[in-house]
């Protein structure tokens, strides 16, 4: 099963290595983290996404709020949950498959931010399961490079 | 005032009167600051992970927080041992290592090692300070987050220059710490409470598990009032040996591979576990998954983490043990358990010990029985790794003493430098240090501590020549075939006690076994009693 976790933490060096390296000790899997500042300077948030069984998910969860740096955990439900990314991947295209390559984007909400002669950037935010799409419809154009920028993640309500 | 000087006043806030520690040039300013203290005694150890020891058995003894200090580099990477021991066992303890100057920080110059990386798996919280104006906050905080909640060693790494700083404000230690992320939940959910309550009256053969926890949260008495006031029966883990007499009607062993079969049968037929403050690691319960099937299981403990980690509970409930007890002993239970008792005595009875002991030398189990019946009512037991803890945990004759050892890291030599740190805790309290000839080894060298500060301690040898229960592993599960394990004939035991001013005593047999320990327990000075076992005695 999916944990997303959205981690308050506070914003100070070392915090980030001790959530880290709490997934690594204990063989917890990372699948994404995302962190940034809050509106408050001395607070972040850290959305993290992992796998594993309920008590795998369980334990992360307690560990996580075991540290000291930790504010708070709040385990999201997936379906209760807005989770979106967004990712920049460069793509290589020949001038005859260039316009099937901008219509999937165009289907797909993608923007092309940049155009080479043989390849373009093109950044698309969504949830990752969309992301994840969309890489398999530009696999067969070549893909050249790809950065994620990890799920962050919001109830609803 | 400068950083050190504010240190210094720091741990003499908290009411510290002793420290351990190692000097070097990275710690120097915080050392010239304790040159002035009247109120902190520095105990110099001769190694850095022994002032770790030291602390831990000094933290055990006199339920406070223990305090270790070194220099950078690499006394404080020889410290890290004695930390993850600390850690695993949950013992209390601030350690301040000195570090290089905050400008050649990352720049791996002489003795620097980033501590604080070192150790993140092995300490509860750590410090780099910084800034010489942080330390009575870093300091209160080190102190409150070691010896609240689930105890555990906190590390303080502060850069030379910052000890010499002068503090731009006034120094006041807090009164108060206000850390947003930890708020240790001591009370117990009062409807988690209830459940636990009616789990407990709907049961009809209930047993307690004491670990570690218990005793270090203090809750013993009233761990074994309960018991007393609803006869439930009780077994513990190794770390949980304290809780109950052996001649107690409920008491009924330790648990585990290295425990008492009867133990683990009564285990097996309970229809209910209360566990208290264990972690139900690999050694007190090898195969968790199959207990959790057949049997309702109540968790109490601090560290809400622990529950559900290597056991899935029908019943969490998160507190301090004193608390929980407290209103567990009001709680209106009322359960017949008299048929339960009588099936645990017909079941300890029954059961056979098939070990087989050597004739030759001294019998192992005889000898730890002797010993611990002949000890003071309220001696210090300090067993160290290897056979002789096992033999120790197993034979060990509870009145009202402490057994303290580490259960969870098993690091061996921890038992000369913890037992120092108990003497000095509780002088006038007998204190006996059990070991092998290979753990004694490894921290023999702590002997010239104890005489130099006059700390008495009895050192009890189990010496077979061997690293016996490598020896014993290799002998069950390799063939016999013994590698790397030979001690041989070395050290001279009875020149190791002169060296260091010790009586010593040898024993090769058990009929002058009784008269040996008991002229051992009557010197005052230090001394050291080796006895002579043969290396086929086995644990299980």
Redesign the interface.
Known sequence: MKGIFSVLVENKDGVLSAVSGLFARRGYNIDSLAVGETERHDVSSMTIVSTGDQRTIDQIEKQLNKQVDVIKVRRLEEQRSIMLEMMLIRVSYTPTNRASLIEICNVMGAHIVHLSQKSMVIEIHADPETIGDFIELVRSYGILEVQRTGTISMTKV | MNGAQAMVKCIEAEGITRIFGYPGVAIAPFYDALYDSQQIEHILSRQEQNAGHEASGYARISRKCGVCVTSSGPGATNLITALATAYADSIPIVAITGQVDTNLLGRDVFQEADM??AT??FV???Y?VKNADDIPRVMKEAFH?ASTGRQGPVLVDIPHDIQMAELKKEFVYPAEVN????KPNLKGNAQQMNKVIAAINEAEKPLLVTGGGVILGNGEDLVRSFCEKFQIPLVHTMMGIGVMPKAHPLYFGMLGNNGKPYANRAVANADLLIIVGARIADRAVPKPENLERSLKVIHIDI???E???NM?PTLPLVGDVKNIFRSLLEADIDIDTSNWIGQLERIKRDTVDHRKFSNRLVNPMLLIQTLTEKMDDDAIYVADVGQNQLWSADNYVMKHGRFLTTGGMGTMGYSIPAAIGAKISAPNTQVVCVCGDGSFQMTMNELATAAVNHVPIKVLILRNRFLGLVREHQEKNYGRRYSGVQLHNYPHFNCIAAAYSMDYVECNDNDSLPEKIEQFLSWDRGCIMVCNIAEENITV
């Open positions: 604080r990386g993140k798996s509860k919280y750590s780099l987050i850390i947003r992320g930890y560290d809400s983490a529950i559900g980690k899935g």
